[in-house]
Every structure is written in structure tokens, then in C-alpha cells.
């Protein structure tokens, strides 16, 4: 039996014509074209094995990572963001014998054949024939507790076939700003081809080129990090842009502090959702806008539980299992119960909407009591101050456990001082140990490539030559 999403994507390559597929700097690649290039890339590569692609966001990525499949490979996306160690090391695991790179000369010489996009499109194309049964992308983990591992989807592919068609009454126009290669980014554009949209690409993220998309493409759907989306409410063209055309904002990556939302909601209407997700469970939780309706407490939950998927609390952690679950870890046995262990410190409501509260290796040990402060519940504090833009903290080594530490983007250089941002906390909460011992101020803070803030880079320096403990 042939795969339901590769016969799918070929209807819609096939059928597409001169319809806009892609638009890049200016330039449009028609659905026509782009089952050219399929064709060529096709040709190029061998029958099964692994191809690993190296590659930003461009039409060449996703196209690739197609023909991969429809030859019966087993395709590993190399994260935009993971360190040279972390993607030999995922080369390696993986067995990879075909890597395409846009900069083959980052690779060292190995096993695997490395080539270019060029390369593999300077032939004649060959139509795809005896389409497998099923497909298999490997994603790396983010590596945050030592070497990354592999995690293995195939069922979701198939799932978004049975989700996405076409809606000839509503065309649509999605604005890809996470890396293909990073699950968020790779169901957007995949979702979009089943849904024979249009894909206009941003290389990397920048708020005014987000808002100029918008407005020149009449963009109606997009998806943004909490740190992504400030930085758009934050900019200047803003307040003039017109973003009528946004059928759907969605939210992701991260938990948004509820200011923000109420902003996004106060700014592009009643189309903004939040989602949970995992690479190794990309659909776990969701909510919409109507149900942020005169629901105020609402915005800080993720949602409820998605139909196919079931979670529950253990130790105050979140446990997943279901639909969208990955096959497994590349080389490891399954997770025996199924139950995956997700890192995220969350609770239930009597209503079954999710808050999440922190993620376990973010929690702050601090004082002689061992008291444990959520990082994330202090962010949102801060963030409710007027004169903050967005703020970052982490636990640093202190002589009685761990100390806060708070980093703050403020409006404006001086707009306020540490002890006036310790002020603002110690009255919120009326507890001091939720206070920062330390606030530093920053111009912004520093994201990794998919959009998170990167508290690792911010600790870092604090613990340098020191062994964290993890809550």
C-alpha cells in the first residue's frame, strides 16, 4: 500500500500548475516548477539508505527531503541550531550514506556521500515510481543534557495527509519563519503543500521583514515563538501595519507570559491559539482564541489535550502518550508503558486545561530550606511591569543552594532600576525568595535559532566549571 501523504503531495505538485508554491526574495517558484525540481532531485539520489539534509529555509530543503522519501530513505534534518559535535554525532547515529549540504565544506570526509543541491538538480529528471508504503524523519533532540538523540516520526506524516486538503473558496498565504528543518517549520510547509497554499520563506527571523510579509503577501497564516511574537509587538511598524489578512496566529515553543497574549489578542484579533508540543509529541494541548473569551485566568494555559492524546501529572511533571507520539529514540528500546516524560512541570484545572509552570531543569533551588521557585512565574511577573519589554531567569550558584537571577530587557536603556525591578517582584508576590538577588540589563535577549531564549547561553558564565543540580 502506498503512502498516503507522498500520493498526496504529488496530486497537489502535479496538479498545482503555475500557482505560487514558494516565494523567496522577491522570487516565485510555481507548483509546476517545483515538481521539476522534485523530479531532478529525485533522480539524483539512490535508492534507500539515509540522506541527512544541511540546508536553511529554501524550496531545494523541503523538495529534498520529498524525493528522499519517495525513494524509500529514511531522511535526517539536521538542526539549524545544534553544534558541530552534536550534528556529527547525529550523522553518525543515524548511518547516514547520502548528506546534502548547502556548505559541503563544514563536513569532514566520511562514510557518507556528500553533495550539493547543485549537484543533484544538474540532470534530467525522472518521475517518481513504486511510492513506499510509509515515510521516517529523523529529528535531533536539542542536546541540553549531553549528546542529542534521535527521535524517529512516521505515523504523523500519514496523520496531516488525513488533515490538510485544499479549500479552493479560501486560498491561503503561510509565512515559514522557523527552520524547515525543525519540526515546527517542517509541518508548516508540508501542511501547506497538502493544502496547496502558498509559502512565502523568511531566511531568518526579523520583526520588521515578519510585518512587511504580512502586509505586502497578505499573509493568513504564521506561527511564532513567545520571544518572536514580542519582538513583533514590540516594533515600530506595528502600530501602522495592516495585518487584517491573519486567519491564524499560532503559538508555540515556549509558554507565553498572559500580558503578551492579551496583547496579540488586543492586536490581530480573536485568531490568535497557543499550542504544547514536543519534537517527540508535536501535538499535545492546544487553545483557541474563543476559549480565551471572558476567560481572563485562561491565558495562562496552554489548553486541553488534543483528541488522540492523553497526559497526566506525575511528580508534578507532565506525562504524554498517543496519535502523535514519535516511533522512538533511534537505537533505544520503546518507552516501555508509553508514557513519555515530557521535562515540563505543569497542572490540570478542574476543566482539563493545562498550565504549564516550568520546565524541570529551569526550576530554582534556593535558600537554606530548599525552597523551589518556577523561573516562568517570576518571567510573567516581570513582564506585567510597564516598563519591561521581556525578562529571562535562572537559577546561579549561591552559598545556600541557587540565587535567582533575573536578566531585563527594559522599553528604553534606564528606564528602571534593579531595585525597582526587585521592588516590582517582592510586591507581587510578598514572598522574598521569589525576589532576584541579581538583575542585569540587556539590549535583548539571546535566542536559539528556532526562537527560544537561550538560558543555557545565560548561564552559563555563572557556571562555569561548577556541576548544576537539577530539580
Not at 524523519?137 to 516520526?153: A, M, Y
Not at 526550576?363 to 510573567?380: A, P, R
Request: one cysteine or more.
Amino acid at each position: 500500500m502506498e503512502s498516503l501523504f507522498l500520493t498526496r503531495v504529488l496530486d497537489a505538485l502535479r496538479s498545482g500548475g503555475e500557482e505560487a508554491l514558494f516565494v523567496q526574495d522577491g522570487v516565485e517558484t510555481g507548483y509546476g516548477q517545483a515538481f521539476e525540481l522534485l523530479r531532478r532531485l529525485y533522480a539524483g539520489l539512490p535508492e534507500g539508505g539515509v540522506v541527512a539534509i544541511d540546508a536553511g529555509n529554501r524550496p531545494e530543503t523541503v523538495l529534498l527531503q520529498i524525493a528522499a522519501q519517495l525513494r524509500g530513505s529514511t531522511v535526517l534534518l539536521i538542526a539549524a541550531s545544534a553544534s558541530s559535535p552534536d550534528r556529527l554525532a547525529a550523522v553518525e547515529m543515524a548511518g547516514v550514506t547520502t548528506l546534502v549540504a548547502e556548505n559541503p565544506e563544514d563536513w569532514p570526509a566520511g562514510d557518507a556521500r556528500v553533495t550539493t543541491f547543485g549537484e543533484l538538480v544538474d540532470r534530467d529528471g525522472t518521475d517518481p515510481v513504486g511510492l513506499p508504503g510509509s515515510v521516517t524523519v529523523v529529528f535531533p533532540s536539542g542536546g541540553t543534557t549531553g549528546t542529542p538523540k534521535l527521535i524517529r516520526h512516521s505515523g504523523i506524516y500519514d496523520g496531516m495527509a488525513h488533515i490538510f486538503a485544499p479549500d479552493p473558496s479560501a486560498p491561503g498565504r503561510t509565512l515559514l519563519i522557523a527552520p524547515m528543518t525543525h519540526m515546527t517549520g517542517n509541518a508548516t510547509v508540508l501542511g501547506a503543500i497538502l493544502r496547496r497554499e502558498s509559502v512565502v520563506l523568511l531566511r531568518d527571523f526579523d520583526a520588521g521583514a515578519v510585518l512587511d510579509a504580512i502586509a505586502e503577501h497578505r499573509i493568513t497564516t504564521l506561527s511564532l515563538t513567545p520571544a518572536r511574537l514580542a519582538a513583533v509587538l514590540d516594533h515600530p511598524a506595528m502600530t501602522s501595519c495592516d495585518v487584517s489578512s491573519v486567519r491564524g496566529l499560532s503559538l508555540g515553543a515556549a509558554p507565553l507570559s498572559p500580558r503578551r497574549l492579551a496583547q496579540a489578542l488586543d492586536v490581530f484579533g480573536p485568531v490568535v491559539g497557543q499550542g504544547y508540543g514536543l519534537t517527540e509529541a508535536p501535538m499535545i494541548a492546544s487553545i483557541s482564541a474563543a476559549e480565551l473569551d471572558g476567560r481572563p485566568e485562561r491565558l495562562e494555559s496552554v489548553g486541553r489535550i488534543v483528541p488522540g492524546m492523553e497526559a497526566r501529572i506525575e511528580d508534578g511533571e507532565v506525562l504524554v502518550r498517543g496519535l502523535s507520539m514519535m516511533d522512538g529514540y533511534h537505537g533505544a528500546e520503546p518507552i516501555g508503558d508509553g508514557w513519555l516524560r515530557t521535562g515540563d512541570l505543569g497542572r490540570f484545572d478542574q476543566e482539563g486545561y493545562l498550565y504549564l509552570l516550568d520546565r524541570a531543569n529551569d526550576v530554582i533551588v534556593t535558600g537554606e530550606h530548599g525552597t523551589k521557585v518556577h523561573s516562568t512565574v517570576v518571567e510573567d511577573a516581570l513582564a506585567r511591569h510597564p516598563l519591561v519589554r521581556s525578562a529571562a531567569v535562572f537559577g546561579v550558584p549561591g552559598e545556600d543552594g541557587e540565587l535567582v537571577h533575573a536578566v531585563v530587557v527594559p522599553v528604553a536603556s534606564g528606564a528602571l532600576s534593579a531595585d525597582e525591578v526587585r521592588a516590582h517582584v517582592r510586591e507581587f508576590f510578598g514572598r522574598e525568595h521569589f525576589v532576584p538577588s541579581d538583575v542585569d540589563f540587556a539590549e535583548a535577549l539571546p535566542l536559539t535559532a528556532i526562537g527560544k531564549v537561550d538560558k543555557q547561553a545565560l548561564r552559563a558564565p555563572f557556571w562555569a566549571g561548577r556541576r548544576r543540580h537539577i530539580a
